[in-house]
Structures are given as structure tokens and as C-alpha cells.
């Protein structure tokens, strides 16, 4: 059977895997589902369309799938979609949608999201992500994975955040930030790139030193940024092994809405 505690509130439209556990004084509101092993802390609150995959851990005092943050909001069933073995520390707060986008916030598989961070409506977090404490996302930001974001950091709406990226703490990302680069700061600077967390996830010396020439290209020869995607559209050509990571570096760019930091 479901262990849910005595105190705990689930709508019985709530749709909870038998092994799913809820601690004393949560509250599940009628369009929840919840999927295998996950745990829901005490007095968490899930509300709204929300979908949430197998093997989460949710702690106390999270609020998850609230309506957005949006004055523009007049109570369409938009979504909040959280994937697999996600860990969701105390007090985050994640929106459902907007109208005026896809309506759904997503969430992947297997971040480790720390206490008081908040992702706003219509935010799409792709998988393996570290977001610390009070890590701050406005709505339509959308990261991609294998993404490290310090503490106390701000990223504006409608920010794209490539893979593999890292911002130090305390941030104002107003921009956007193609993968693999190393920033920080208000106003946001790049550093470099993020040479130790693409060793620690495997990355070849090829695919390493390639990365190092995209990073020169658009942040060390003083090139616009038309000479910088030419330059690393050839890397494809001269180190066929990072040719993925030449591909995603210029689908980035080409998709870059808000200008890229430079």
C-alpha cells in the first residue's frame, strides 16, 4: 500500500503510485500523479497539472506545480512535467506554465536541485544539473544539461544556458550562454571554459582542446561573431572527434535570442 501519513491530504483524484511515500501534513492536490518510489517530504504542497516521474525525492516544505508568477496568468490548466530521480531539496518552488508558451515547465531526469531555488513558468531544465541554493530562474529560461549554477545566482527570462556550462556564484545572467563556458559575475563575464567538469564527465584531450579553440574563437581573437562561427564550423573538419560538440556549439549560437556573453 501507499505509506502516506495519518496528517497528509490527498485529493482522491490524485494518482500515486502504490509505492510512492508522503510525509506527515503534505498536501496533493486532484490532478497530481506521481510515479514509483518517489517521496514526498512533510508539508510539501503539489498542486496544479503536475506530473511527476519515478524515483524523486521531494523534502519538506517544497511547493511544486502553484500557478505561475504571471499577472498575464487567468487560470488556463497549464503544466508542470518533472522526470526521474530528481532530488529536490527544502522550500524550492516550481510554476506550472504560461498561455503564452508551451503551458508546460519541465524538469529532466536526475538534477540535484538544493534548497530555495525556484524555477519559474514555462522554464524547460534539461537532465543532470546542479542548481544551488537560492539559484533563481525567471520564466522562459531554458538549460540544458550536464549544467552547474552557483548559489544566489539570477537568470533572467527568456535566457538560454548551453550544456556543460558553469556560472560561479552569485550571477546575474541576463544573457545568453553557449555550452561548455566558464562565467560569473554582475556583470556577467566569461572566464573561460569549463575545462575541469568537461574531465570529470570524460571528455577526450581532442574534444577538450576543440573546445578550447571555439572558446578562442569567440572570446580571444576580437572576431565578430560571424568570423567566430566560421572558424568553429571548420573545427568540424580538422577534429572530427568533437563534431557533436562543434554541432551543438553552432545550433547554439544560430538559436541565441537575447545575445550571447562575451
Known sequence: ??????????????????SVSVGPYAVIGPHVRIGAGTTVGPHAVIEGHT????????????????????KKYAGEPTELHIGDRNTIREFCTFNTGSAQDAGVTRIGDDNWVMAYVHIA?????????????????????????????????GVHQFVKIGSYTMLGFASAVTQDVPPYMLVDG????????????????????????????????????????????????GL???????????AMMLDFLQAATRGIAR
Open 51 to 70: 506530473t511527476i516521474g519515478r524515483d524523486n525525492r521531494i523534502f519538506q516544505f517544497a511547493s511544486l506545480g502553484a500557478m505561475p508568477q504571471d
Open 1 to 18: 500500500m501507499t505509506a502516506i501519513h495519518a496528517t497528509a491530504i490527498i485529493d482522491p483524484k490524485a494518482e500515486l503510485d502504490p
Open 236 to 246: 568540424a573538419t580538422s577534429a572530427p572527434e568533437a563534431a557533436a560538440d562543434v
Open 121 to 153: 513558468h514555462d522554464c524547460q531544465i534539461g537532465n543532470d544539473n546542479t542548481l544551488a541554493n537560492n539559484a533563481t530562474f525567471a520564466g522562459h529560461v531554458h538549460v540544458g544539461s550536464h549544467v552547474t549554477v552557483g548559489g544566489l545566482t
Open 186 to 233: 554582475n556583470p556577467l563575464a566569461v572566464r573561460g571554459f569549463n575545462a575541469v567538469g568537461l574531465k570529470r564527465r570524460g571528455f577526450s584531450s581532442e574534444r577538450v582542446s576543440a573546445i578550447k579553440q571555439m572558446h578562442k574563437a569567440l572570446y580571444r581573437k576580437g572576431q565578430t561573431l560571424e568570423e567566430a562561427r566560421a572558424e568553429i564550423a
